[in-house]
């Protein structure tokens, strides 16, 4: 069992607000699971809290934010390895490898 941080309690009271928000469970219910989980140590105490309040949901536009992400990123990074094999005296076309690796995100968001 590992030990748990402010990070993974913020993902579970996050977890906890959105299942409030869903009418899964009441404000009495709310604040005892809060209090569990800001007293939680290890990881199993966590899952003991949130367990039974079903899948961890995608937050809203999570799918639009890692396309842009994606986006950026390949577009960031292709334009300075074209530019940097520009300016090293061109030769064999290498960005072509940045340009797959980074576009294969987008290949995967395209898909689903």
Do not use: Q
């Not at 940045?98 to 395209?110: A, C, F, I, K, N």
Request: net charge negative.
């Amino acid at each position: 069992m590992t030990r748990v941080g402010d990070l993974e309690r913020e993902a579970a009271r996050a977890r906890l607000v959105e299942a409030y928000a869903a009418g899964r469970i009441d404000a009495p219910e709310l604040e005892s699971r809060a209090e569990a989980v800001w007293g939680a140590a290890r990881s199993a105490d966590l899952v003991a809290v949130v367990d039974d309040l079903g899948e961890d949901p995608a937050p809203p536009g999570a799918a639009n934010h890692r396309l842009v992400r994606d986006l950026l990123v390949f577009l960031i990074c292709g334009v300075i390895a074209v530019l940097v094999w520009h300016l090293t005296g061109k030769g064999f076309f290498w960005p072509v490898w940045v340009l797959v690796y980074t576009g294969l995100p987008l290949l995967r968001l395209w898909r689903d």
